[in-house]
């Protein structure tokens, strides 16, 4: 039996932290903005889950929620920057262009770019015995710093997006 939860807070987090470091490090923004971004976009989608969580289908890679930041702001996003005064230009210039955020039971993964490579930034196992865990205190779930380790990829590889199986040629 898989573990039955209510809400995806550590998926929801990890989301979030991502997007909060973006505003951190290129944003002028004060801390009190920056937790005030974060617990306003943390209970929105908290609360979308909430009313969207089918524990019987907790299949990872299902695109349950997809936060995307291209052309068209996502509206969560948008909201939570006009909570702390940004506008949606000022969220453009401070988040990544073509970035896709994938929010998955278990499991949380992003792309920048069209072509960029697809990282994980949480994972986690579904519990086969919700008992078991709760008695014996363990934890299936991890953070993964994959943006320093996909970072580290797309240098050795000397690239900014993954190799295609078709040569491309460019002409001045």
Known sequence: MLRARVSMKP?????????????????????????TFSQTLQDMLAEQY???WFPDRPCKGSGYRCIRINHKMDPLVGQAGLRIGLS??????????ELTLWVDPFEVS?????????????????????????????????????????KEELLVLGRSSPAKPYMMTVSS
């Open 11 to 35: 998926e929801i987090s990890a989301a979030v932290g991502f997007l909060s470091r973006f505003l951190r490090v290129k944003g002028h923004v004060n801390d009190r903005q920056l937790q």
């Open 50 to 52: 909430k009313h969207h």
């Open 88 to 97: 949606i230009q000022q969220l453009y210039l401070l988040l990544p262009s």
């Open 110 to 150: 992003y792309r920048i770019g069209e072509d960029g490579s697809i990282c994980v930034l949480y994972e986690s196992q579904p519990m086969a015995n919700v008992n078991n865990s709760a008695s014996t205190g363990t934890s299936n779930s991890s953070l993964v710093d994959s943006h320093i380790s996909c």
